[in-house]
């Protein structure tokens, strides 16, 4: 069940995303994310479609693993859309209970409900085709201008690498320690609410007790391998632009360009 | 209460690129009382078999009978038979949560919904069958060495009454001594209750001195299956998928071939001893 989570893994299998610098995936999310919130037509949406529809294709990834990771944010995208379609003002379309359905409000629930799935789609094409270490050097690259006012950037990057190298093992984790207690006979799943609550203590406090555990252990390790912050570091592999980087960045920048195009003209 | 796999298959992660068959159609019949080895080198499927037998694991094809009854059924009770079937994990004691010994024992047998007596007595019941002292009980669990923790974790599991134990890697990361005292605790627990036990292992050594039958696993399927000493006859078999005899089955080969006139099927150091004074003439 946990298993299901895809957000922010990588996915393991030879692809021209896969190969990319990750300082151009890193770029392109961003443009990718700012160019959803540009506008509000139709017509650059359809381009940000293709765009998506294009860069999966690309990735080699099953598209049915990439959109497990929607079904976590369900919730929240519902939500949104919801207060979205009541709490915007203009030409009412129904009206019940004092609530009112605005024309407005459906088209405003309509994009902000697209562009939630466009963006965690987006980023999860990043997530899943760079390893945890490619991004944060490629973070770390990127920032790095950012040392000359004394932004603690080697560490803010390894702060985010464990993070993430932490995710899969803290999952795995809680799988492992739901199998055992419903072993003990266990129950995850039914009762009210407060009875789930009720039912996580068991899996929790082992959870934080070996969440502690390993972070002790790493920071051992570390140090036994004298690990001591950015200073003086060099890499085995020093990140380098090639052809299909500037390629890449060609595609985005034209990718960018029609968005604004269609947003503004059409 | 025995237990019939049939047919079983699982696949993880089936249709992505990360596809792994974990089991591929295992065919097993577990009796009442009896104490099995289930060997195989990490990744050979044994810990996915064991979540299979108690219904963590729903398998891809095929399926499990306990008691005569198919536990895949849409009203089969899988909360009851996780109580059947109790199931150690390995480093059990990470699971630990309660703030003293006696509530973290208590656990299992108040899901089961029993009384408060009940599952005070079970609990109590379970720590003396591991052979903890009283002055241990309401302490709390993480304070405990790791063998105490370790046992404690087991009356845990003993504490809902199975009528069959699955043991995974019981002595992963114990020195030797407290090797000794959980695998001589498992035995006499069989002894004395006559309780199934499945003891997963991949030390040949561990698993010779006790059990009556091993099963051999090697990617996902069933490689060997028999008393101890018919599979350490394949021990040649057995090194090339990485696992290895006893040691007194290699004495006892090379004895034979040196010209000794022995029998090989010793599998324990007592069976070696005294087939080599039964050749001796003594």
Not at chain 1, 91 to 111: D, M, P
Not at chain 1, 126 to 131: G, R, S
Request: with cysteine; glycine share 8%; net charge neutral.
């Amino acid at each position: 069940m946990i298993r299901e989570i895809t957000f922010g893994q990588y996915y393991q299998t030879d692809s021209a995303l896969h190969r990319l610098n990750p300082r151009v995936k890193l770029v392109g999310t961003m443009i990718y994310i700012i160019s959803l919130f540009l506008f509000k037509e139709a017509a650059p949406f359809a381009l940000a479609l293709v765009f998506l529809a294009a860069i999966i294709k690309l990735s080699h990834v099953p598209f049915k693993y990439m959109i497990r990771g929607l079904k976590a944010v369900i919730v929240l995208l519902l939500i949104t859309a919801v207060f979205n379609m009541f709490l915007t003002r203009g030409e009412a379309l129904v009206s019940f209970w004092g609530l009112t359905i605005t024309k407005e409000g459906v088209i405003a629930a309509v994009f902000i409900a697209l562009r939630l799935i466009f963006l965690i789609i987006g980023s999860s094409v990043m997530t899943l085709t760079t390893t945890p270490n490619q991004l944060t050097d490629g973070l770390e690259k990127l920032m790095g201008p950012l040392k000359v006012i004394k932004v603690p950037i080697h560490e803010i990057s390894m702060m985010m690498s464990i993070a993430l190298r932490f995710i899969p093992i803290l999952l795995e984790e809680t799988d492992k320690i739901m199998k055992a207690q419903m072993a003990r006979g266990a129950d995850f799943d039914s009762g009210n609410m407060i009875k789930k609550i009720k039912a996580m203590v068991p899996l929790l406090v082992p959870l934080f007790v070996s969440a502690f555990r390993r972070a002790n252990d790493l920071a051992m390790a570390m140090e036994a391998r004298c690990y001591q912050g950015g200073e003086g570091r060099t890499k085995m592999k020093p990140l380098k632009y090639g052809k299909s980087d500037v390629l890449a960045y060609v595609v985005l920048a034209v990718y960018l360009a029609g968005v604004i195009v269609l947003g503004k003209w059409l | 209460m025995p237990i019939i796999v049939d047919h079983l298959n699982c696949i993880y992660e089936a249709g992505t690129a990360m596809e792994v068959v974990a089991l591929s159609d295992i065919n097993l019949v577990i009796p009442d009382g009896q104490f099995i080895g289930l060997i195989g080198h990490t990744g050979s499927g044994k810990s996915s078999l064991i979540q299979h037998l108690n219904g963590l694991i729903k398998a891809s094809s095929g399926t499990v009978y306990f008691n005569g009854e198919d536990i895949y059924d849409e009203d089969y009770d899988l909360k009851k038979l996780r109580s059947k079937v109790g199931l150690v994990f390995q480093y059990p004691e990470h699971q630990l949560f309660e703030v003293d010994v006696f509530s973290d024992v208590c656990y299992g047998p108040k899901n089961l919904g029993l009384s408060k007596k009940d599952v005070e007595l079970r609990a109590y019941k379970a720590l003396k069958m591991v052979g903890m002292d009283d002055e241990y009980f309401y302490q709390s669990p993480f304070d405990l060495s790791g063998g105490q923790k370790r046992r404690v974790a087991i009356a845990g599991v003993l504490a809902m009454e199975p009528e069959v134990l699955i043991l995974d890697e019981p002595t992963a990361g114990l020195d030797p001594k407290g090797r000794d005292e959980i695998l001589g605790l498992i035995k006499k627990l069989q002894a004395e209750t006559g309780m199934t036990i499945i003891l997963v292992s991949h030390s040949m050594e561990d698993v010779a001195n006790y059990v009556d039958r091993i099963i051999v696993m090697n990617g996902g399927s069933v490689m060997l299956d028999g008393v101890p000493k018919d599979v350490f006859a394949h021990y040649k078999e057995l090194e090339e998928v990485g696992l290895a005899a006893p040691a007194v089955t290699y004495i006892m080969q090379q004895m034979k071939e040196q010209g000794f006139d022995v029998g090989t099927d010793a599998t324990t150091i007592a069976e070696a001893r005294d087939e080599i004074l039964r050749a001796l003439g003594r």
